[in-house]
């Protein structure tokens, strides 16, 4: 079970009504949800909390890295747990996106840019999206 109230003492934000149940419902979709997605799912308990109170509270959980934001092809922006380093599988067909772990490749790319430095940039975290279409399930 998640510890929602935890989080956000964590991260040192107070625990208010709108960012509980934002963030529990991020967690209770899961996957990389769209502000659209968390709305639908908090006004079932919360119908009075705005569609801007929800893109505030949801920039804040950014800000204070609880959450990853996700940009697709067709600017729909997602969200995310964030967790370990992972990339995203990204089909151009119905914007589905999957989390991809691999640690060689995350090996591989630090290694690249520990030797090919960008000039005046300091890189925090480096994450492919790697496009194409998922295939049927056979």
């Known amino acids: ?6 989080i956000l003492k964590e ?6 009504p709108q960012r509980y149940c934002i963030l529990q419902a991020v967690f209770e979709i899961g996957g990389h949800p769209t502000v659209e997605d968390i709305t639908l799912e908090i ?15 949801l920039n804040m959980f950014v800000e204070k890295e609880i959450l990853n934001r996700v940009k697709t092809d067709n ?14 599988l990204y089909s151009y067909l119905d914007s ?7 640690e060689e490749l995350d090996g591989i790319l630090k290694d690249y840019f520990r030797e090919h430095e960008i000039a005046n940039f300091d890189i925090k975290e480096i994450k ?9 399930n056979k």
């Open 75 to 88: 600017d729909v922006m997602r969200f995310e747990v964030a967790k370990n380093n992972h990339h995203h």
């Open 43 to 57: 006004h079932q308990s919360y119908p009075n909390i705005s569609l801007g109170t929800v893109y505030n509270v």
């Open 96 to 102: 589905r996106i999957e989390d991809y772990y691999n």
């Open 128 to 136: 492919l999206q790697i496009v194409g279409k998922f295939r049927k």
């Open 1 to 6: 079970m998640i510890d929602i109230s935890h």
């Open 11 to 16: 991260h040192g934000l107070k625990n208010t």
